[in-house]
T-cell receptor, first 113, second 112 residues
Framework: EAQVTQNPRYLITVTGKKLTVTCSQN?????MSWYRQDPGLGLRQIYY???????DKGDVPEGYKVSRKEKRNFPLILESPSPNQTSLYFC????????????FGPGTRLTVL | SQQGEEDPQALSIQEGENATMNCSYK?????LQWYRQNSGRGLVHLIL?????REKHSGRLRVTLDTSKKSSSLLITASRAADTASYFC????????????FGAGTQVVVTP
């Protein structure tokens, strides 16, 4: 089954404790992206990657890191999480091109205390 | 900054009625897409309309795009209780493909 998977699905952590949220897709998509969703703000793009070893900042990259060493994986790293990073995070992938849809993962609900 | 803004923020209708929601954006785009989200779950793609298209249909969905006004509308006809969800528009900027902007969404409740 074609899908985007994220782990963990739920995470409660404390300020400053480094964490990684994994994202993996099995559709051989070149493009992958991370978003955060906060009430009343819709989705905001954090980082995206057009292909392996190519990453770019979205609208809200501060406090986040990403890497794209393999085509299927695009982990999101929070080196020193803070309470304002408490949010619902989504990973998405897409075949390259302007007229293709994005496929979204199920989301990771992160709480930083 | 939010590219897409949706209107209304919330919509409550009865089964069988039509639901219309609007999206406005700010920059030139390659395409505009509509997504649906059920209660905190992942988004599901509904329909994509290219910047050179004016109207598109898919089942009970009808999307229009007016690039001169930088706006789009999504019409769901003959709504069902299962259409209860949040609906988001998303645009990719014409000069920087890969950067996507989502609206804040319209929350639709369809009561039997």
């Amino acid at each position: 089954e074609a899908q985007v998977t994220q782990n963990p699905r739920y995470l409660i952590t404390v300020t400053g404790k480094k964490l990684t949220v994994t994202c993996s897709q099995n559709m051989n998509h070149e493009y992958m992206s991370w978003y955060r969703q906060d009430p009343g703000l819709g989705l905001r793009q954090i980082y995206y990657s057009m292909n392996v070893e190519v990453t770019d900042k979205g609208d809200v990259p501060e406090g986040y890191k990403v890497s794209r060493k393999e085509k299927r994986n695009f982990p999101l790293i929070l080196e020193s999480p803070s309470p304002n990073q408490t949010s619902l995070y989504f990973c998405a992938s897409q075949r390259t091109g302007s007229y293709n849809e994005q496929f979204f993962g199920p989301g990771t609900r992160l709480t930083v205390l | 900054s939010q590219q897409g803004e949706e209107d209304p923020q919330a919509l409550s209708i009865q089964e069988g009625e039509n639901a219309t929601m609007n999206c406005s954006y700010k920059t030139s785009i390659n395409n505009l897409q509509w997504y649906r989200q059920n209660s905190g779950r992942g988004l599901v793609h509904l329909i994509l309309i290219r910047s050179n298209e004016r109207e598109k249909h898919s089942g009970r969905l009808r999307v229009t795009l007016d690039t001169s006004k930088k706006s789009s509308s999504l019409l769901i006809t003959a709504s069902r209780a299962a259409d209860t969800a949040s609906y988001f528009c998303a645009t990719d900027e014409a000069d920087s493909w890969g950067k996507f902007q989502f609206g804040a969404g319209t929350q639709v409740v369809v009561t039997p």
